[in-house]
């Protein structure tokens, strides 16, 4: 069982940034593969980030990608998603959700994750 706590988030100006953070609980948090999905008022939720349990690999929704930084820390069983270059188009609940995979495996379906956070707010100012 894990348990997912999303933080970090708030009201930025386009342009700027944020850093969000996931905490788990869970002895086995550093074999879930790991990813950021965001929903938006009156749109379905959509995937944004991924990364695997070992070896870091890491893929990225067209939307972000060059913006948006993915990475996880195991020995403290954190997640984190950097954005830079926010767009209020990026304002959405960003969840954090963990799914078992192989090691070196990403995962983008939201349907094959079996654990998910609260969400956190992120709202982009123009």
């Known amino acids: 069982q894990v348990q997912l706590v999303e933080s970090g988030g708030g009201l930025v100006q386009a342009g700027g940034s944020l850093r969000l953070s996931c905490a788990a609980s869970?002895?086995?948090?550093?074999?879930?593969?790991m990813g950021w999905f965001r929903q938006a008022p009156g749109k379905e939720r959509e995937f944004v980030a991924s990364i695997s349990w070992r070896g870091g690999k890491t893929y990225y929704a067209d939307s972000v990608k060059g913006r948006f930084t993915i990475s996880r820390d195991n020995a403290k069983n954190t997640v984190y998603l950097q954005m830079n270059s926010l767009k209020p188009e990026d304002t959405a609940v960003y969840y954090c959700?963990?799914?078992?995979?192989?090691?070196?495996?990403?995962?983008?379906?939201?349907?094959?994750?079996?654990?998910w956070g609260q969400g956190t707010q992120v709202t982009v100012s123009s």
């Open positions: 869970g002895r086995t948090f550093s074999s879930y593969a």
């Open positions: 959700a963990g799914a078992e995979a192989s090691p070196y495996t990403t995962v983008v379906a939201g349907d094959q994750y079996h654990y």
